[in-house]
């Protein structure tokens, strides 16, 4: 009997994978989910803050943009130790690994949150919210007194 080119003879190997290359595949797995866990937790954190960010300055643009359509002044309550603002009825409670510090005049402020207060004028009474992330870098978002103005800029953390 002869065999063919497409013919298997008795030495030929079974169809599949062996015990070794099966741990090799695996083992490179392990590595690449070890490598990239860390990355995207950060990458998700990061993601994070900077809705956080946005959250805060579109909170205040619309106190002022009330303030001055309805006629009548605005507060939006910091309260630091939660983590928490609020205009009227709505709530924007901050991710936790943020720390929120507060400078406002005191003449508005409540207890021991802070206020800012937008008038129907346009202006405020001013103020700075830093948001940090501890061994990253940090935001601070600026209310302007005269014009009422909502500013932000990043710098880093010492």
Same mark, same amino acid.
């Given at each position: 009997?002869?065999?063919?080119?497409?013919?298997?003879?008795?030495?030929? /190997?079974?169809?599949?994978?062996? &015990?070794?290359e099966l741990m090799a595949a695996m083992v490179i797995a392990a590595m690449l989910l070890a490598a990239t866990v860390p990355a995207s937790v950060r990458f998700y954190e990061s993601i994070q803050y900077r809705q956080a960010v946005r959250d805060v300055i579109n909170l205040l643009g619309s106190a002022r943009y009330l303030a001055v359509n309805s006629g009548s002044a605005q507060d939006v309550?910091?309260?630091? /130790?939660?983590?928490?603002?609020? &205009?009227?009825d709505e709530r924007r409670q901050l991710p936790d690994g943020i720390n929120l510090v507060v400078r406002t005049a005191q003449e508005v402020n409540?207890?021991?949150k802070g206020v800012i207060r937008f008038y129907p004028e346009g202006g405020s009474s001013g103020g700075d919210l830093d948001l940090e992330r501890p061994?990253?870098?940090a935001t601070r978002v600026s209310v302007d007194w005269l014009m009422g103005g909502v500013s932000h800029a990043?710098?880093?953390?010492?």
């Open positions: 009997m002869m065999l063919g080119l497409g013919d298997k003879g008795a030495s030929a /190997r079974p169809a599949g994978f062996t &015990l070794v309550i910091i309260d630091p /130790r939660s983590g928490q603002l609020q &205009l009227n409540r207890d021991d061994g990253a870098d990043r710098y880093a953390l010492d």
